[in-house]
């Protein structure tokens, strides 16, 4: 018989609940012991909602009260030393690692000040990790029996569940030395595995029939030492005795496949929906004996599983090796995707019937199965409802506009490119702008205050009319405008007061977008986002920014920045459609954003940014990817940005990740301005600095701390920036948008920045 499995659930609770629970012992509202009860509820929750969709292999160890990777960090030990000196609880030195902590000498207990790990993105996704910390000092031992008392506890509730752990080769691999260490992170594997095989040795004892073992690196182009290493160390895992069902996720095998032939383990769970040739490739080398774990159930994405072409995958797999030994299984973890479907009633029932939020996606496979052991009269309603949402779906007008499509055909190769070249055309955008030396300019956002999100919110649930709102709106604007004019800044913002956020406010006014209330993915510990979903064709009605722009530039004689989210960035940050490619969704928004782009230049705005914050986690995770996605992503932004006149002034901005990957790309963007997250990463970004040849503005201030750099730090930067980039090039800016910071430390920055810009005017 064929079994269905689960690799991972959504922990965070179908209204946030984990999120409330923990956040509120973090400011002591509760103590840990109701903290430990609340999750305790959850997961038992989680356990049974899954067995109820009739899911047969339900997962543990999938719960965490932060990050399931720090988890393994503090489970074997990978505790940094400066954790440890302040003699906290347990729990407390876990959240210490994943969030910091600063709290003042109390009660005879010294003053606490330790900053957090390192987050980095989980590859593909928006799913923040902990970067494991190692050096040579590092003892992995056992520390924590987490997964085998969560394992325990689902017993004693009667349901077998199958512990989830992240391989030991993955944790190496995405692990950094610290810094006082030489030491080769993967260098470590020997000692840590043996840590494994004590913990993989308790779930057998403890009577786990089975263990997910997670190794997604698989996915990537790996050096040859770390695909060596797979065979010892799984040798080493073998010893205990636990029969290890290797998972395998978000893309292709390619030729990593190799090192999975004859791999001590019970059996290979491969992605077939990112890349179904992972199916024959693992075929292959699958021995007589292992299992075979086919992810045909998207953890990643929202969509409706095509039943129809899913059981034709799993028969496939049964013919091949028989049904004892398939396992029907979600692609990943279902961790990205919301909750359940159930409340979100705003969804046009037409639209809804295409979804599947994670209970659904528990409930799809229990069908999948259901009609590969039982043949599919057995579930013959299920699969006639599914063609039926899939034929609705792709025969909906909304999939297929043929204004939009057509609009599409017409996109022509001079629609990409400026009609001048960068330095003629800067020169006249200097003499229009009238723009001094090192111009100084901020990213678009303004402190949001409590003020602005009441007001919006009361405008939101009708309290207020749309003529007060607007009128509360020009004022938040003037006055930023005031603000600016009087510290001295050259380019200035309107403030994106009238912004929820920087994707959904423009998918709110696009048409092809929809939102749901409560789909909320944990994006890194308590934080989460509710991404919009592009369900049809993307076109824009009619303008989106142009009123408070063009009111902006209105209250001011100095030039004002118009504000747009780029097209890649609001791709990446929505659940993109399945039917039809990313590059053909991100063309429509930039044709969108085209009229925009124009309709602002109309209106007198002459200075536009674009912000691209998420080009560099669209990167596909193979190299040999990159070129095709680069060359549509770098495409999408021309569009949007290569109708305007000569003196337009096209700014764009990047932050949350490391650039030298695509500064290129960023090059091949041709925008005559870009603004980019500095501070925090000096040095890797001065490296490349120098060969970029259009005007930069590497960030001098890191807006995600309330400290205040004082004049002679920003000065030293600027000087140091000077010497990468030519001087008639260089732009004074900070890192990014001002809008979580509040207004003292926001002017206290800001008048630093400019006091020390003046001073390397006249010096330069
Ligand atoms: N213009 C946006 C802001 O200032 C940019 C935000 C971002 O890059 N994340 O808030
Ligand atoms: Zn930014």
Same mark, same amino acid.
């Given at each position: 018989m ?6 991972g ?5 179908k ?12 400011s ?20 049974k909602?899954?067995?109820? +969709? ?5 997962p ?18 990978? $505790? ?7 003699d ?15 709290r ?6 010294p ?36 997964? =085998? ?10 349901i ?13 691999y ?7 260490s030489?030491?080769?992170?993967i260098?470590l594997?020997p ?17 786990a029939e ?5 190794? #997604? ?10 695909l ?6 799984? /040798? ?29 383990v019970?059996?290979?769970h491969?992605?077939v ?8 490739d ?25 039943f ?9 797999? &049964?013919?091949?090796?028989g ?17 359940s ?7 046009k029932?037409? &639209? ?6 994670? %209970? /659904?996606k ?7 199965? *259901? ?19 899939a034929k ?12 939009v ?5 017409a996109v022509? #190769?001079e ?8 330095e ?17 300019t ?5 402190p949001?205050t *409590?003020?602005?999100?009441?007001t919006r919110?009361k405008?939101?649930k009708?309290?207020?009319s ?8 020009r ?17 200035l ?9 920087? =994707? +959904?406010?423009?998918?709110?006014? @696009?048409e092809?977008?929809?939102?749901? %209330?409560n ?17 049809g ?22 030039p @004002?920045?118009?504000?747009l ?15 039809v490619e990313?590059?053909?969704?991100? +063309? ?16 007198? %705005? ?8 998420a080009?560099r ?15 549509y992503a ?10 305007v ?7 764009s ?8 990957? &695509? ?13 980019? /997250?500095n501070s925090?990463?000096?040095m890797?970004?001065?490296s490349?600095?120098?060969n970029?040849?259009?005007? $930069? ?9 309330p ?7 920003? *000065? ?5 920036l ?6 008639n090039?260089?732009w004074?800016?900070?890192d ?8 003292p ?9 400019i006091?020390?810009t ?7």
């Amino acid at each position: 018989m064929v079994q269905s499995a689960v690799l991972g659930f959504p922990r965070i609770g179908k209204n946030r609940e984990l999120k409330k629970a923990t956040e509120a012992y973090w400011s002591g509202k509760i103590s840990a012991d109701e903290l430990n009860t609340a999750a305790k509820n959850l997961r038992l929750e989680h356990w049974k909602l899954q067995k109820d +969709q009739g899911v047969d292999i339900v997962p543990s160890n999938d719960f965490s009260f932060y990050d399931q990777i720090m988890d393994h960090s503090f489970t074997f030990n990978a $505790i940094p030393e400066r954790y440890l000196k302040y003699d906290l609880t347990p729990l407390d030195t876990y959240f210490a690692m994943g969030r910091g902590m600063q709290r003042p000498a109390a009660d005879g207990k010294p003053a606490v000040d330790v900053p957090s790990q390192e987050m980095v993105k989980w590859f593909d996704s928006n799913y923040h990790f902990l970067r494991p910390e190692v050096s040579d000092k590092t003892e992995f031992k056992l520390n924590s029996t987490k997964a =085998v008392d969560e394992f325990l506890e689902a017993k004693q509730a009667n349901i077998q569940t199958r512990p989830v752990l992240l391989g030991p080769v993955t944790f190496l691999y995405l692990a950094k030395a610290t810094k006082e260490s030489s030491v080769k992170p993967i260098d470590l594997l020997p000692k840590l595995a043996s840590a494994y095989v004590e913990l993989l040795k308790k779930l057998v004892e403890a009577g786990a029939e089975s263990v997910q073992i997670d190794e #997604p690196i698989l996915a990537l182009d790996l050096p040859k030492e770390v695909l060596d290493s797979y065979k010892s160390t799984y /040798e080493t895992l073998a010893q205990a005795g636990a029969k290890l069902i290797l998972t395998t996720y978000f893309g292709p095998l390619k030729q990593n496949i190799e090192i999975l032939k004859g791999l001590p383990v019970a059996g290979i769970h491969i992605d077939v929906c990112r890349a179904p040739e992972n199916l024959d490739d693992t075929l292959s080398i699958l021995s007589d004996k292992q299992v075979l774990s086919v992810g045909i159930v998207s953890g990643r994405n929202i969509w409706k599983t095509d039943f129809q072409k899913a059981v034709a995958v799993i028969e496939k797999a &049964i013919a091949a090796v028989g049904s004892e030994r398939v396992i029907v299984a979600s692609s990943s973890s279902i961790l990205h995707i919301p909750h359940s479907l159930s409340g979100e009633d705003q969804l046009k029932p037409e &639209i809804k019937r295409w979804f599947a939020f994670a %209970v /659904e996606k528990c409930a799809e496979l229990a069908i999948l199965t *259901k009609a590969v052991n039982e043949g599919p009269a057995s579930v013959r309603k299920e699969l006639e409802a599914n063609a039926a949402d899939a034929k609705a779906r792709a025969e909906s007008p909304i999939t297929n506009v043929k204004a939009v499509r057509d609009r599409q055909a017409a996109v022509t #190769p001079e629609m990409h490119t400026r009609a001048t070249p960068f330095e003629k055309r800067y020169s006249l955008q200097q003499e229009s702008l009238k723009l001094p030396q090192f111009p100084t300019t901020t990213i678009g956002s303004f402190p949001q205050t *409590k003020e602005i999100r009441v007001t919006r919110n009361k405008f939101v649930k009708g309290l207020i009319s749309a003529e007060e709102y607007d009128a509360f709106i020009r004022n938040e604007i003037t006055d930023v405008v005031k603000f600016q004019e009087n510290i001295g800044l050259d380019v200035l913002v309107h403030g994106e007061p009238e912004r929820n956020d920087m =994707v +959904q406010y423009f998918g709110e006014k @696009m048409e092809g977008f929809v939102f749901t %209330v409560n789909g909320w993915v944990q994006s890194y510990g308590s934080r989460c986002v509710r991404p919009p979903i592009i369900v049809g064709d993307v076109s824009r009605p009619g303008p989106m920014t142009v009123k408070e722009s063009a009111f902006a530039q209105s209250v001011t004689s100095k030039p @004002m920045k118009g504000m747009l989210t780029a097209p890649i960035t609001i791709l990446r940050w929505s659940f993109p459609r399945d039917d039809v490619e990313e590059s053909i969704q991100a +063309q429509q928004i930039a044709l969108g954003l085209r009229d925009e782009v124009l309709d602002l230049e109309k209106a007198g %705005v002459r200075v536009i940014q674009c912000d691209e914050p998420a080009l560099r986690e669209g990167l596909p995770l193979r190299r040999a990817d990159w070129a095709q996605y680069v060359d549509y992503a770098v495409k999408a932004f021309r569009l949007a940005t290569g109708g305007v006149k000569d003196d337009t002034q096209i700014h764009s901005h990047f932050c949350y990740s490391d650039f030298n990957d &695509i500064f290129d790309a960023i090059q091949g963007l041709d925008a005559d301005v870009v603004s980019i /997250e500095n501070s925090k990463s000096d040095m890797k970004l001065m490296s490349v600095l120098s060969n970029y040849k259009s005007c $930069i503005g590497p960030g001098l201030f890191d807006i995600h701390s309330p400290r205040v750099p004082p004049v002679e730090e920003f *000065k030293e930067r600027i000087d140091a920036l000077i010497k990468s980039v030519p001087k008639n090039r260089l732009w004074i800016n900070p890192d990014c948008g001002l809008k979580t910071r509040g207004w003292p430390e926001t002017t206290a920055d800001l008048e630093n920045m400019i006091v020390a810009t003046r001073i390397a005017r006249n010096e330069n």
